[in-house]
């Protein structure tokens, strides 16, 4: 079985540009998550989909972060323009159905570092 | 509102010697706990769950778990680590009835020493 595949694996960008990333997750996971980790942290979540629907996304900084799982499926996520603050490694993740036999196990992508100069 | 502490940063322990990695939690509702592992340059694993019944869990490569409902705790421990358990440990909890939305720890870097 594929796990959930991310890209790109790495980014370096400056401040004020823009940079997206795409998550796939494995195949029949109904939900997806997006996490921000920051280097010394936990993973703390930015944005929760159910299908192409937002579950929550109270924690998104949503004046220069948005998201989007258009068709129920794969994810991307955009920060536009970046901070410095914006460094760290995002992480996809994904569980099977929200409210059907969902223990709240997640199972994580590879990640994408963000370097912002 | 539920929260995470693992109480140590970093734990350094000689290869063969046993471990613990503790963990507590808050909530004001029942929950289900975790521990994932973070190898360098990887996406976190589980490595064991807590979601009811016995209070003891066990998990992969070894490692276990105890539930401690009255302490609020759920620290990990391994009898005797090896060099390549090195890595990140993070502790979680999910509300079991938004089983989606797991708050972590800040997590705990293991180090195997020969």
């Known amino acids: 079985e594929a796990g959930v595949a991310q890209s790109p694996r790495y980014k370096i960008i400056e401040k004020r540009q823009s940079v997206a990333f795409w998550c796939n997750p494995i195949?029949?996971?109904?939900?997806l998550y997006w996490y921000q980790q920051i280097l010394g942290q936990g993973p703390k979540l930015l944005i929760q989909?159910?299908?192409?629907?937002?579950?929550?996304d109270s924690q998104l900084p949503k004046d220069r972060f948005s998201a989007e799982r258009l068709k129920g499926v794969d994810s991307t996520l955009k920060i536009q323009p970046a901070k410095l603050e914006d460094s760290a490694v995002y992480l996809c993740?994904?569980?099977?159905?929200?409210?059907?036999?969902?223990?709240?196990?997640?199972?994580f992508g590879e990640g994408s570092r963000l370097t912002v100069l | 509102a539920q929260s995470v502490t693992q109480l140590d940063s970093q734990v350094p322990v000689f290869e063969e010697a046993p471990v613990e990695l503790r963990c507590n939690y808050s909530?004001?509702?029942?929950?289900?706990l975790f521990w994932y592992v973070q190898y360098p340059n990887q996406g976190l694993q589980l490595l064991l769950k807590?979601?009811?019944?016995?209070?003891l869990v066990k998990g992969i490569n070894g490692f276990e778990a105890e539930f401690n409902k009255s302490q609020t705790s759920f620290h990990l421990r391994k009898p005797s680590v090896h060099i390549s358990d090195t890595a990140e440990y993070f502790c979680?909890?999910?509300?079991?009835?938004?089983?989606?939305?797991?708050?972590f720890g800040d997590g705990t870097t293991l180090t195997v020493k020969p």
């Open positions: 993740a994904s569980s099977l159905d929200r409210w059907r036999e969902n223990t709240g196990e997640l199972f």
């Open positions: 195949s029949g996971h109904a939900t």
């Open positions: 989909f159910q299908n192409n629907g937002v579950v929550d």
């Open positions: 909530s004001s509702v029942s929950v289900y």
């Open positions: 807590y979601l009811s019944g016995s209070t």
């Open positions: 979680a909890v999910t509300h079991n009835t938004n089983a989606g939305k797991s708050t």
